[in-house]
Structures are given as structure tokens and as C-alpha cells.
């Protein structure tokens, strides 16, 4: 394909100008007099990325994608909703949706998969080619045995040491081309992952946000493959050992043997360990952000809405998480065996069933939710003397400290040195037995529940 850009509404015109910008939402090229109220980057900065595929039409009804279902996590063209999505109750907008996703997890996951993934790689190679030298190494000893025997004894061991080479260099050929051959195919998925890697980082850099959105979500598809592939390679990884056994006569009887030894491979299976990325990531201690006066904090509420309560069932919520997708997934510790799934609206979308009475949760992934089930074990305290009664906490992005009280009916934030605190709602702002809390780092949000059903979404400012 050539570099040539030319513009687009010119072209219909049969009009061959030279474009000199590229407009990511209408996926053509503009020239100077054309380029007025479009989402523009450089030609030169979409060479870099003409070559990511991102679909961004509908499959199914050949539409442009414009619409996003929080429900399903699938973009939606308008032809989708009536068929598919009529009664999902968060379809919104999908610029909406892509808005800074350059800063969001979902494209920093991807590229911390990607880069685990290469890490893990070529941690792989690293030891099945010290495997390799080991081998060899195996080899060279085994062979300098072979040779001080053969200086000890008569003339007739040549023929028998040939045979013995023989072996030796067949057993190591076997397993140098099975070693070397999941090497390759090691080099392979690296080289693969690099180029989705390098994919990514041109999305990040120069694409819109839609097609790094959806971008993002396909290239994730890839990894996820590779990363699929490259765990069933190391299910059946071998080290070889060689060994060498002579013939127990070979001194005393050597005019009536008719070979000199053995060579054998002992295989014995290892594992080599795959570090995934969540796991990686929280092994590394995080750089410690500027502290943030607490004096500085205040809460501003949003919105309140009341939480459903199934038919004979008392209510207690004492777990509140907030989605990838925004919506809010609550505990009912004395409801159902379920949690409950909410929209930012207070619309309530689904139940999903869990092993127990669930007491608190916590996001993992877009398809992870951790529960816990009130069964713990102390492992960090801390005392502020005005606290009766609390129930749970949150940490925000300065790693300043959230409790709600349900005694003195408040919610404190507690400087993180643990020098200072302050009372940021109290009774007399409506806060009646708070139960729940969960910052919200992405918009700065702080969504709090009571026992008695009631959830409130505040603006920390």
C-alpha cells in the first residue's frame, strides 16, 4: 500500500488533493480546506497505525458501531438495541464509553498482560537454553569418560566406542530437536506478542479513542490466545538427563563384549512457572503518591436511591464495589445467597448467585468478582478515639483512609500518616447506620450504602 494520502470528499469529486490530516471517526483523509470540526491526528502519525485492524461496524447489521451495553460489555450498533438489547437498562453512547481510555485499566491491563507475557517468554527460553548448556555439558563429561576408558583398554574398543557415539549422538539429537523446537516455538509467541505490543502502543499514542477502545478489546483477544497457547506448551516441558553405565566385565571380559555401555536419557518432568500480570503487578510495591491534605476533602452527594429487598427478607448491606462498566455490585449479608448488580442510575439489572451470605467483594477483572463471607483475620489496626462502631473502609488515590461509623452515624477520613482525621458527613446530613463504602479512583467517586437499603453516590472533591 502506498504512503499516498489523498483526500477523501475531494476523491468523490474526482479531485485528487493530498491530505494533509486524518480523521479517526470518519476513517479518511482530509485536506486543508476540509478539515474543520473532525477529530484529527497527522497523516503521518496514521501511517503508524493503518495497519491495526479495529473493526468498527456491526458484524451483523452493517452499521457503525455507536452505542456501548454496560450489561453485555459489547459495542452496539443502533440496529442492535431493538433486537438484542431492548431491555438493557445502560446503553450509552460509545464515545461515552471511550472516554479517557487511554488512562484506563482496561488498556493498562492489556499492556501489562503483554509485557508479562513477554517477561514470562523469555524467562522460558532463558531456561530451556540453560537446559540446553546443561545438557551439553552432560554430553562433553559423558564423552570424556567414554575417552579415559577407552585409553585403558586394548584396540578392540574402537569398534565398541563408535557404537556408543552413535547412541550418545542420536539420544542428544532427539532431545536437542525437542528442546530446540519449544524454543522456537517460544520465540514465536514472543514475536507475536511484540507485534501486538507494538500494536498497542500505536493505538495508545495515535488512534482515537474508539478504536482504542475496540482495539483494545480485540488485541486483548489475541493476547489472551497467545497466552492460552503458551500455557499449553509448558504443560509437558522436559528436562534430559543423560547418564552412562558401562558393562560391569569391561575390564576383566573386554575380548568377549560386544558393546561398551549404555546411553540413556532420564526425562523428568518440571514446571515452569507462569506469572500472571494481576499477580505480578501485586507483588510490586506502588510508588507512594504526594500526600494530600485532608482539610482539602469534601464530599458532595450526587445521587441516593433505595436498594431492592426480596419478599421476606430482612436487609443489611454490607459490601459495595464499583464495576469496570460503573455499575455498582452490592452485598446483602442478610438477604439472599446473591449479590445484587446496580446501574449508576439506581436501576437494579441482575442477581447473581453466590455459595453463602455474602459480607464483602472486590473487583478482580471483567469477569472476577472475589467474595468473602465474614470469616476473617486481623492484620492492621488502627484507633481513632472519637469511632464507636465501624464497618468497613476504603483507601483513595493519596492512600488516605474512608470509615464509615454506624455508632456516631459519619463517614472520617483519616490522613494517611495517621496524624490527623476528619468528619466529612454526619447524622445531620441524612447519614443514618452507614454500612458500605468503595472509592472510585477513576471519576472520584465515593458510593456508600446503610443497613436499610439505602445507597448514595457522593463526588470527592
Given at each position: 500500500m502506498s504512503d499516498l494520502l489523498l483526500c477523501g470528499p475531494c476523491g468523490y469529486a474526482d479531485n485528487n488533493i493530498n491530505a494533509e490530516k486524518w480523521c479517526t471517526v470518519c476513517e479518511e483523509g482530509l485536506c486543508a480546506d476540509l478539515s474543520r470540526d473532525h477529530r484529527l491526528i497527522s497523516t503521518e502519525d496514521f501511517q503508524q497505525i493503518k495497519h491495526i485492524s479495529v473493526s468498527l461496524t456491526c458484524e451483523e447489521h452493517d452499521k457503525r458501531l455507536e452505542l456501548y451495553c454496560k450489561t453485555h460489555h459489547v459495542a452496539v450498533c443502533v440496529g442492535c438495541v431493538p433486537s438484542h438489547h431492548r431491555t438493557c437498562p445502560d446503553v450509552i453512547p460509545l464515545d461515552k464509553a471511550a472516554d479517557n481510555v487511554k488512562h484506563s485499566t482496561a488498556l493498562a491491563d492489556l499492556e501489562d498482560n503483554i509485557t508479562g507475557t513477554l517477561q514470562n517468554i523469555q524467562q522460558f527460553i532463558t531456561d530451556r537454553e540453560s537446559a540446553l548448556k546443561s545438557f551439553d555439558d552432560q554430553r562433553q563429561t559423558i564423552k570424556t569418560t567414554i575417552n579415559d576408558?577407552?585409553?585403558?583398554?586394548?584396540?578392540?574398543?574402537?569398534?565398541?566406542?563408535?557404537?556408543?557415539?552413535?547412541?550418545?549422538?542420536?539420544?542428544?539429537?532427539?532431545?536437542?530437536?525437542?528442546?530446540?523446537?519449544?524454543?522456537?516455538?517460544?520465540?514465536?509467541?514472543?514475536?507475536?506478542?511484540?507485534?501486538?505490543?507494538?500494536?498497542?502502543?500505536?493505538?495508545?499514542?495515535?488512534?482515537?479513542?474508539?478504536?482504542?477502545?475496540?482495539?483494545?478489546?480485540?488485541?486483548?483477544?489475541?493476547?489472551?490466545?497467545?497466552?492460552?497457547?503458551?500455557?499449553?506448551?509448558?504443560?509437558?516441558?522436559?528436562?534430559?538427563?543423560?547418564?552412562?553405565?558401562?558393562?560391569?566385565?569391561?575390564?576383566?571380559?573386554?575380548?568377549?563384549m560386544d558393546q561398551l555401555g549404555n546411553i540413556s536419557v532420564k526425562r523428568t518432568t518440571i514446571r515452569l512457572p507462569f506469572k500472571e500480570a494481576k499477580v505480578d503487578q501485586a507483588q510490586k510495591q506502588l510508588p507512594v503518591s504526594e500526600m494530600k491534605s485532608i482539610n482539602n476533602i469534601h464530599v458532595k452527594l450526587k445521587k441516593t436511591f433505595m436498594v431492592k429487598k426480596h419478599q421476606d427478607q430482612s436487609i443489611w448491606l454490607t459490601?459495595?464495589?464499583?464495576?469496570?462498566?460503573?455499575?455498582?455490585?452490592?452485598?446483602?449479608?442478610?438477604?439472599?445467597?446473591?449479590?445484587?448488580?446496580?446501574?449508576?442510575?439506581?436501576?437494579?439489572?441482575?442477581?447473581?448467585?453466590?455459595?453463602?451470605?455474602?459480607?464483602?467483594?472486590?473487583?478482580?477483572?471483567?469477569?472476577?468478582?472475589?467474595?468473602?463471607?465474614?470469616?476473617?483475620?486481623?492484620?492492621?489496626?488502627?484507633?481513632?478515639?472519637p469511632l464507636v462502631n465501624t464497618s468497613d473502609i476504603t483507601v483513595d488515590d493519596h492512600q488516605n483512609v474512608y470509615v464509615v461509623d454506624q455508632g456516631l452515624n459519619s463517614l472520617i477520613v483519616i490522613q494517611r500518616d495517621g496524624k490527623s482525621s476528619k468528619t466529612l458527613l454526619s447524622e445531620t446530613d441524612g447519614l443514618d447506620t452507614p454500612s458500605a463504602l468503595q472509592y472510585n479512583k477513576d471519576n472520584k467517586t465515593l458510593p456508600l450504602c446503610n443497613k436499610r437499603g439505602l445507597a448514595a453516590l457522593y463526588n470527592v472533591e
Open positions: 576408558t577407552r585409553a585403558r583398554v586394548m584396540e578392540k574398543i574402537d569398534d565398541l566406542e563408535q557404537k556408543l557415539f552413535i547412541e550418545l549422538g542420536t539420544q542428544c539429537e532427539n532431545c536437542n530437536f525437542k528442546a530446540t523446537k519449544l524454543i522456537n516455538r517460544f520465540k514465536k509467541s514472543k514475536q507475536d506478542l511484540k507485534c501486538l505490543q507494538e500494536q498497542t502502543s500505536q493505538l495508545k499514542s495515535f488512534a482515537s479513542d474508539i478504536q482504542i477502545f475496540l482495539g483494545t478489546r480485540q488485541i486483548n483477544e489475541a493476547v489472551f490466545k497467545e497466552v492460552e497457547t503458551v500455557k499449553e506448551e509448558i504443560k509437558s516441558v522436559f528436562n534430559y538427563k543423560l547418564y552412562l553405565q558401562f558393562q560391569p566385565s569391561i575390564t576383566a571380559l573386554i575380548n568377549e459490601g459495595f464495589t464499583i464495576l469496570l462498566n460503573d455499575n455498582l455490585m452490592i452485598a446483602n449479608y442478610f438477604g439472599k445467597d446473591i449479590l445484587m448488580e446496580y446501574s449508576e442510575e439506581g436501576n437494579h439489572i441482575r442477581d447473581i448467585p453466590c455459595s453463602g451470605a455474602p459480607f464483602d467483594l472486590t473487583v478482580i477483572s471483567t469477569d472476577q468478582i472475589a467474595v468473602d463471607y465474614g470469616i476473617s483475620k486481623e492484620i492492621w489496626k488502627y484507633k481513632v478515639k
